[in-house]
């Protein structure tokens, strides 16, 4: 049994417990789980597997675990970041079979070494073997529905892997496309497995899960329909499939509040401000149970009246509250104001010189992702583990930053020595990178040429 984890600790709700039971697996692997150390414990413990093992993720990326029962023998034959490939051999085979699970990088730089690694793990067509996972890249058009076919993900080095190892898909049930993006879907996560695979095992055959969103869709459309219907005749079969859909649909409810609930606490970091209006809701409330709403009096009566609190703090061994704020409760409006009172110098002149400009709104988005340094420059990338590589693809400079992108590099020189005055361009390449995005935006005219 194999799983995307996509974020392991939000997603096992219910039904994947379900399934865990009614098919009772042996062995499970599970990819881009997104978690490690003890969140990880946690979560293995509590899918009750005797034996585990796991390449952690990094950070928020990759990840491969696989669990098993001690009723299977498991060796661990090849190791990768990308991929594990191990020998199983369950009591009372009498020959083994090589299983690999594949988590490919998103970077095509390390990418493209995946594919010859995983043809030299080919054991031999006399041997079952099956590897599947996320691999990150598809093969060919058919596995993809609208986007740009120069954008596409088509790699020829998984298409010849394919080729050359004589692998093929094993056949599955439920949506084609396993993830999606916008107006852009994709089937990345396959399974393959190789003709001895297919004729030892006739039964294979893979389930794509459908998400959340679209179960919980697919089950409204369908009871909107039996409403309509009913309103016409009688029907005990659409009486009965109506509380059958409705029973799912709790299932599907419970799954995506506890969900949503998980994201609340933890995920404003990696979500931004994506649905900000309830993020905000479940830090009011959290700000709500974690305010002094009374105070003992010397009376050991309980005191409500905040008004009678402020009387009563000199009274209690310790008196907690806000510095930002007269009446010494914390709001997000006095945390921005003491932000601003620490930003000095150069920091608040730029975030004035964003407020104020008055050009294309994305344009100003765009200003306010460079002063925010989340530009993918080289050197982001490679900050990020995301590439090894920081030198600048025009100039070959050893390190692409933001100063370089947008003024230092050969490129962006030539371009400013034809619209800046000549008497001038000296004190624009020369200025602070910060003062110089100020420059740019508050006082274009005095640079630039006529």
């Known amino acids: 049994m194999s799983s995307d984890g996509k974020g392991v600790a ?5 039904d994947e417990e379900r399934d865990l039971v009614l098919y009772d697996p042996s062995l499970i692997a599970l990819v881009e789980t997104r978690v490690c150390g003890r969140c990880a414990n946690s979560v293995i413990r ?20 696989i669990l098993w029962k001690s009723s299977i023998d498991v060796r661990f034959l090849c190791l990768s970041n990308q991929y594990v490939h191990m020998e199983i051999l369950e009591h009372g085979m009498s020959s083994p079979v090589f299983v690999t699970t594949v988590y490919g990088s998103p970077s095509i730089m390390f990418c493209k070494y995946l594919w010859s690694q995983l043809e030299d793990l080919d054991p031999s067509p006399e041997k079952p073997w099956v590897l599947g996972g996320d691999f990150n890249a598809i093969s060919n058009a058919e596995d993809m529905r609208r986007g740009s076919l120069s954008r596409s993900g088509i790699s020829k080095g998984f298409s010849n892997f394919i080729f050359d190892t004589s692998v093929v898909d094993v056949p599955f049930w439920g949506p084609r496309f396993t993830w999606s993006r916008g107006l852009l879907f994709q089937r990345l ?31 409204l459309a369908r009871l909107r329909g039996i409403d ?98 007269d009446r010494r409760m914390f709001t997000v409006k006095s945390a921005y104001s003491l932000r601003a009172c ?77 619209v800046v005055k000549e008497e001038k361009l000296d004190e624009f390449l020369t200025l602070d990178f910060q003062a110089w995005l100020v420059a740019n935006i508050q006082n274009q005219q005095s640079f630039l040429s006529t």
């Open 46 to 65: 509590h899918l009750g597997f005797d034996i585990s093992f796991r390449v952690e993720a990094r950070g928020f990326r990759g990840g491969l675990w």
């Open 342 to 418: 620490d930003a000095q110098g150069d920091e608040l002149q730029l975030w004035k010189a964003v407020s104020k400009y008055r050009g294309l709104p994305r344009i100003r988005m765009f200003l306010w992702l460079v002063f925010k340094r989340k530009i993918l420059t080289n050197s982001e990338h490679v900050r990020r583990h995301m590439s090894i590589n920081s030198c600048c693809g025009l100039c070959g400079a050893l390190v692409e930053d933001l100063s370089h992108l947008f003024r230092d590099c050969v490129e962006a020189r030539l371009l400013w020595t034809r």
């Open 10 to 14: 939000d997603k096992l709700q219910s």
């Open 228 to 325: 309509h219907a009913l309103n016409y005749r009688y029907s005990e079969y659409l009486i009965g499939l109506e509380k059958s859909l409705k029973g799912e649909l709790d299932i599907v409810l419970e799954q995506e509040e506890s969900l949503w609930a998980q994201k609340s606490r933890c995920n404003w970091y990696v979500h931004g401000d994506h649905n900000t209006k309830y993020f905000h809701a479940c830090a009011k409330s959290r700000r709500r149970s974690n305010s002094i709403l009374a105070l003992r009096d010397e009376h050991e009566s309980w005191c409500s009246d905040q008004r009678l609190l402020w009387g009563l703090a000199p009274l209690v061994s310790d008196s907690i509250g806000w510095g930002g704020d």
């Open 189 to 219: 996560d396959r399974v393959f497995m190789n003709a001895k695979w297919a004729s030892t095992f006739l039964d294979s055959v893979v389930w794509h899960l459908e998400k959340v969103g679209q179960r919980k869709r697919k089950i």
